[in-house]
């Protein structure tokens, strides 16, 4: 298995409160991604990184922030968490291989409850 | 807006049959696609990549077609066993190299 983790792997806090989800890769991939996985719906990319300190949104970005400070960490920031972000959350990572582009791993997600 | 289909109702096969998914997409046209396995609780895991020139791709009892006219992409699992079962996801690429998924299909092996 590719080294991912992702921490904490459940949480549940209050409308209103700021979250922080880690993911951390030991791969030395450059690309990262934060999914969100709702039922129903395909995985919908959040935030981005293709490099320390570049990030670029995805589809669902609105109510989340990211930072990358280092290769190995990937922060998703909820500023102020809200019932709609409930959610499985997933990081990923990939690398341009040439065989096989931008295939993804995924670490084992994150399931976040907003009450 | 790009979108991707699959059939959102589980699949139950036969042991030892073959398994069709079908993943059909609008409004874009992928360079390549990949498809995932997912198993509950966990993260998607890679299992095959088709580029658009490319007609047809296998890996050992797993075969993917890419057919660009019609705008979809075939998974089939030949001698199915009860341990392919798991949620089956569809990814084509877009043209910023991020992948649009699919909501995936639920597949049953019945022994």
């Known amino acids: 298995d590719a080294g991912i983790t992702q921490s904490p792997r459940h949480k549940v806090t209050e409308t209103g409160t700021p979250v922080t989800l880690r993911c951390h890769q030991t791969e030395n991939h450059r690309y990262m991604y934060w999914y969100r996985q709702d039922p129903g719906h395909g995985l919908r990319l959040i935030h981005y990184?293709?490099?320390?300190?570049?990030?670029d949104k995805g589809e669902v970005s609105d109510g989340y922030s990211v930072s990358r400070s280092k290769t190995e960490d990937f922060l998703l920031t909820l500023e102020s968490a809200t019932s709609s972000q409930t959610s499985v959350y997933f990081c990923?990572?990939?690398?341009?291989?040439?065989?096989?582009?931008?295939?993804?791993?995924f670490g084992p997600g994150t399931r976040l409850t907003v009450t | 807006s790009q979108k991707i289909e699959q059939n959102s109702e589980a699949l139950n096969i036969q042991e030892g049959k073959t398994a069709t998914l079908t993943c059909n997409y609008t409004?874009?046209?992928?360079?390549?696609l990949q498809w995932y396995r997912q198993d509950p609780g966990r993260g998607p895991v890679f299992l095959l990549l088709?580029?658009?020139n490319e007609k047809e791709k296998r890996k050992e009892r797993l075969k993917v077609t890419f057919d660009t006219t019609l705008k979809q992409s075939l998974f089939h699992i030949t001698a199915s066993q009860p341990a392919d079962s798991a949620t089956y996801l569809c990814a084509p690429m877009d043209s910023n190299y991020q992948l649009i998924w699919g909501a995936g299909t639920k597949l049953i092996i019945k022994p």
């Open positions: 088709i580029r658009e």
């Open positions: 990184s293709y490099g320390v300190k570049d990030t």
């Open positions: 990923a990572i990939s690398e341009w291989t040439g065989k096989n582009s931008y295939e993804q791993y």
């Open positions: 409004n874009y046209s992928p360079a390549y």
